[in-house]
T-cell receptor, first 119, second 113 residues
């Protein structure tokens, strides 16, 4: 199956600093990628849709100036958490959909996630 | 907006037994996909099974099968011959025309030896 990677897998940063998380599709091109946030013992909540070559689309309630998304190529999307605060500590997951030509097979491939701790 | 409801926060099953996880959804779309994902302690999301709404036949993948009732908007997952490795969080998810996945709150499955 297709592979999506994330880097870093775990990052600790100080309050007020910015941190960048990368999401890469390793063996397929992804014009769209999705970013989720998952708090402990909770479900995945979609934050934004990353579109290659255009602006990201943010879900209601997500601050676009705080969570900057850049989809610079067909295999890379980045999420930058700016001026991070302890409440931004969470597990961030990306996914990329892959559709077979005849649409008989559709699946979203998930990255392994990035654990962000803000101190 | 589409919603997905998993009414069982936790379930347990004896090893080798069968368990069914419930999921209902709400949508006005006619063409969509439904998924069950497994999230073990590693937190890597793993696709368990997928159902296309236009297919009447219930999807099966080895020990995993679904009961898809389109009119009732119900999509339950049956795990047969449960194994210790099946212990995880299970999320039901809906995906319509926007390609966005909408997740339920999840069911924590415990498998007892």
């Amino acid at each position: 199956g297709a592979v999506v990677s994330q880097h870093p897998s775990w990052v600790i940063c100080k309050s007020g600093t910015s941190v960048k998380i990368e999401c890469r599709s390793l063996d397929f091109q992804a014009t769209t990628m999705f970013w989720y946030r998952q708090f402990p013992k909770q479900s995945l909540m979609l934050m934004a849709t990353s579109n290659e070559g255009s602006k990201a689309t943010y879900e209601q309630g997500v601050e676009k100036d705080k969570f900057l998304i850049n989809h610079a190529s067909l295999t890379l999307s980045t999420l930058t958490v700016t001026s991070a605060h302890p409440e931004d500590s969470s597990f961030y997951i990306c996914s990329a959909p892959k559709t077979e030509r005849d649409r008989a097979s559709y699946e979203q491939y998930f990255g392994p996630g990035t654990r962000l701790t803000v101190t | 907006a589409q919603t997905v409801t998993q009414s069982q926060p936790e379930m347990s099953v004896q090893e080798a037994e069968t368990v069914t996880l419930s999921c209902t959804y709400d949508t006005s779309e006619s063409d969509y996909y439904l998924f069950w994902y497994k999230q073990p302690p590693s937190r890597q999301m793993i696709l368990v099974i997928r159902q296309e709404a236009y297919k009447q036949q219930n999807a099966t993948e080895n020990r995993f099968s679904v009961n898809f009732q389109k009119a009732a908007k119900s999509f339950s997952l049956k795990i047969s011959d449960s194994q210790l490795g099946d212990a995880a969080m299970y999320f039901c998810a809906y995906q319509g025309g926007s390609e966005k996945l909408v997740f339920g709150k999840g069911t924590k499955l415990t498998v007892n030896p």
